[in-house]
């Protein structure tokens, strides 16, 4: 079975440019996480979907993220404009329960804003 | 409000010796609490988990955690290191329907 696949798996971009990174959850799955992992905050949960429906945005971080699951196979997120302190590891997750479940992880996106 | 506090940022231990990493929780209900290895470059993924059955949970690559209500801890063990148990690891916490709350990871060096 595949996993969770994310892409690209790295991005480098200008401050003030638009990046969508995309994620597909593993079939069957019906909650899909995105979460951001840095040195100095560790891994943040910034919102989740149950069946394709955000539940819980509370973790984004501003205005400029906004994240969308139009369908069961494919969800994004996007920042625009991007700032150099969005530089991150961005990870999907998805999982069949929430809270006592387990999470698939994909490999993550690596952003470096400059 | 659900937290865990993972105690040591970086632990370095000698192959063959025991794997002793911490983790203290704080939960207002009985918690689901988790383990999770990250590989350099790679996601997280699940060691092991509590769920309220056995308190001494056993997980893969001979991984196992022991959960301690009095003193409310889940600490990871493994008696005897192996150099591709060099990973990065993280305790989690959560509610039945609730969100997995992460510690800050703790980093597991191996040397030979």
């Known amino acids: 079975d595949a996993g969770v696949i994310q892409s690209p798996r790295h991005e480098v971009t200008e401050m003030g440019q638009e990046v969508t990174l995309r994620c597909k959850p593993i079939?069957?799955?019906?909650?899909l996480f995105w979460y951001r992992q840095t040195m100095m905050r560790g891994l943040e949960l910034l919102i989740y979907?149950?069946?394709?429906?955000?539940?819980?945005d509370s973790g984004m971080p501003e205005d400029r993220f906004s994240a969308k699951m139009p369908n069961a196979s494919f969800s994004t997120l996007k920042i625009q404009p991007s700032e150099p302190r969005d530089s991150a590891v961005y990870f999907c997750?998805?999982?069949?329960?929430?809270?006592?479940?387990?999470?698939?992880f994909g490999e993550g996106s690596r952003l470096t804003v400059l | 409000a659900q937290s865990v506090t993972q105690l040591g940022s970086h632990v370095s231990v000698s192959e063959g010796a025991l794997v002793l990493l911490r983790c203290n929780y704080s939960?207002?209900?009985?918690?689901?609490l988790f383990w999770y290895v990250q590989y350099p470059n790679q996601g997280l993924q699940l060691l092991l988990k509590?769920?309220?059955?056995?308190?001494l949970v056993k997980g893969i690559n001979g991984f196992e955690a022991e959960f301690k209500k009095s003193e409310t801890s889940f600490h990871l063990t493994k008696p005897s290191a192996h150099m591709s148990d060099a990973a990065e690891y993280f305790c989690?916490?959560?509610?039945?329907?609730?969100?997995?709350?992460f510690g800050k990871g703790t980093k597991l060096s191996v040397k030979p």
């Open positions: 509590y769920t309220s059955a056995a308190t």
């Open positions: 997750a998805s999982s069949l329960t929430r809270g006592t479940g387990e999470l698939f």
């Open positions: 989690a916490v959560s509610e039945s329907q609730g969100n997995l709350i």
């Open positions: 079939s069957g799955h019906d909650y």
């Open positions: 979907f149950n069946n394709n429906v955000p539940i819980d």
């Open positions: 939960s207002s209900v009985p918690p689901y």
